[in-house]
C-alpha cells in the first residue's frame, strides 16, 4: 500500500495545487480526532490515512478509495512529499522502477457492464471459475460465443489474463466482482449458460453463498428460454441447499446426476476424486421469458445542503430494512462548509464501504463508481430522505 512516514505536519501548507493534484485541508474527525487528507485529480477524489503515531506520522493510502492505478496515488504522494517540510523516515513512492501498469482487454470493471457492454453473441457466465481451466476450455469449444468468467481472487484472475492472452483467446471477459450483484447489470433473455462449479459451501456462513433466492431470481431474468444453470459441487450440503432452492419455485426443470464425467476437470475435482469424494451436478433448465428491464440510473444527489446541517445531525447509527441497510461511521471536517461522512450500505452479502463528499458544490460519492444496484438504489433513497429531511 503506498505510504510514507514523516516528522511532522506541522509546516504543511494546505489547501494547494500541483501537477494537477489538489490537496485539501486536513479533515478531522469530532468524534474520534481520526485524520484523513481529501485529494482531487481529473475530477476524482480519494483519500489518505494520517495516523499520528508516537514518534512519526503515517501517511498511506485509504483502501476504501484506492480504486484509481496505483501509479496516480503514489504521484500524490510524492507530489505531497515534495511540499513537505519535515524529516521523511519512510517512503515507498520514490522507486525509480516505475513501470505502467499494462491493464488487459479482457479484463472489465463493473462501470464497463453498466455504461457500455453490448454483445449480439451468445454470453456464458462462470461464476468463481479458480484456476480457469473450464473457463478457457469453454471459450476454446465455443468460439462464437462471449464467455464471461467472474472471479473474487486477484492471482486467480491475474493467471487465467495471462492464459488468455498467450493463447490469443479473444471471446473471454474477467470481471473482478460478486456475481450475485453482477447479473442485475446483465439484459433479461441474455444469457445461454451460466456456470457454477465447486462454489465455496459456507456451511457455518449460509448467508455468503452465492447461490441463494435472489442470485437464483436474477439467473433466470437473465437466462434465455431453454438456457441452464449447472451447479457443481462436492458438498452434499450445499446439493440439497441448492436444490431445495430451485424446488421452491412455481415451475422447474431439473436434472440431477452423481460422480459424471465432463470432459474438462478442475483442479479442485482432481483433488476431490483422488480421496473418492462424490461430485453432484444440478442442471437447471429455463422456461420462462422475462420482462425487459430497464437500466437504472446513476445515484445522483440533486440538491445542495450545508455540512454543518449534517455535521449537527450525525450520530453513529444503522438502519437495517429487509434487504438493505445504512451505516453510518464516522464524520470529518473539513472546513464549516465541507467534510466527508464514512458510511457503509447496500445489500448484507455486498456492501459498499465509501465516503459522502459535502462541498458547496454539492454532494458526490467517493468512489465515484458506486454502481445502481438494486439494494444501493433503495440505501441511496434512504440516505437522501435523512441528508435532507
Not at 426443470?253 to 452423481?258: A, G, N, T
Not at 425487459?292 to 455535521?311: G, Q
Request: aromatic share 12%.
Amino acid at each position: 500500500m503506498p505510504n510514507i512516514q514523516i516528522s511532522t505536519l506541522d509546516n504543511l501548507s494546505l489547501p494547494f495545487k500541483e501537477e494537477g493534484y489538489f490537496f485539501y485541508p486536513l479533515a478531522k474527525s469530532p468524534i474520534n480526532g481520526e485524520e484523513i487528507l481529501l485529494v482531487s485529480f481529473e475530477g476524482k477524489e480519494f483519500t489518505f490515512i494520517v495516523k499520528r503515531r508516537e514518534k512519526d506520522i503515517l501517511i498511506k493510502a485509504d483502501k476504501i478509495t484506492n480504486v484509481l492505478p496505483v501509479g496516480v496515488i503514489q504521484k500524490a504522494l510524492r507530489v505531497l512529499s515534495k511540499n513537505l517540510k519535515a524529516e521523511i523516515f519512510y517512503s515507498n513512492v520514490n522507486s525509480t522502477k516505475r513501470r505502467k501498469a499494462k491493464i488487459s482487454p479482457y479484463f472489465k470493471d463493473m462501470e464497463y457492464f453498466y455504461k457500455e457492454f453490448k454483445t449480439d453473441r451468445n454470453i456464458l457466465v462462470e461464476v468463481g471459475f479458480g484456476s480457469g481451466r473450464h473457463l478457457l476450455y469453454q471459450a476454446k469449444k465455443n468460439p462464437d460465443s462471449l464467455v464471461i468468467g467472474l472471479e473474487i481472487h486477484r492471482p486467480s484472475i491475474d493467471q487465467v489474463l495471462r492464459r488468455v492472452e498467450v493463447e490469443r483467446i479473444e471471446n473471454i471477459l474477467v470481471v473482478n466482482y460478486d456475481a450475485r450483484i453482477f447479473l442485475e447489470f446483465l439484459p433479461s433473455n441474455s444469457v445461454d449458460k451460466i456456470f457454477i462449479h465447486f462454489p465455496v459451501p459456507w456451511d457455518k456462513k449460509p448467508h455468503r453463498r452465492v447461490i441463494c433466492e435472489d442470485f437464483i431470481n436474477e439467473s433466470i431474468r437473465v437466462l434465455k428460454k431453454d438456457a441452464t444453470l449447472e451447479l457443481r459441487t462436492d458438498s452434499e450440503n450445499y446439493f440439497r441447499y441448492s436444490l431445495d432452492l430451485f424446488l421452491n419455485l412455481n415451475k422447474s426443470s431439473l436434472e440431477i446426476f452423481k460422480n459424471r464425467e465432463l470432459e474438462i476437470s478442475s483442479k479442485y475435482e482432481d483433488r476431490w476424486r483422488k480421496l473418492n469424494k462424490n461430485i453432484y451436478d444440478l442442471i437447471y433448465k429455463n422456461e420462462e421469458i422475462s420482462p425487459f428491464k430497464e437500466k437504472p440510473a446513476p445515484l445522483i444527489f440533486e440538491n445542495k445542503v450545508l455540512f454543518s446541517k449534517i455535521n449537527k445531525k450525525f450520530k453513529k447509527e444503522t438502519f437495517l430494512e429487509q434487504d438493505f441497510f445504512i451505516h453510518f461511521e464516522n464524520i470529518y471536517e473539513i472546513s464549516k462548509e465541507e467534510g466527508l461522512l464514512k458510511i457503509s450500505m447496500g445489500a448484507y452479502q455486498k456492501s459498499e464501504h465509501l465516503y459522502l463528499f459535502i462541498s458547496k458544490e454539492g454532494l458526490k460519492y467517493i468512489p465515484l463508481d458506486i454502481l445502481p444496484s438494486f439494494s444501493n438504489v433503495k440505501a441511496h433513497k434512504k440516505l437522501k430522505e435523512w441528508i435532507y429531511g
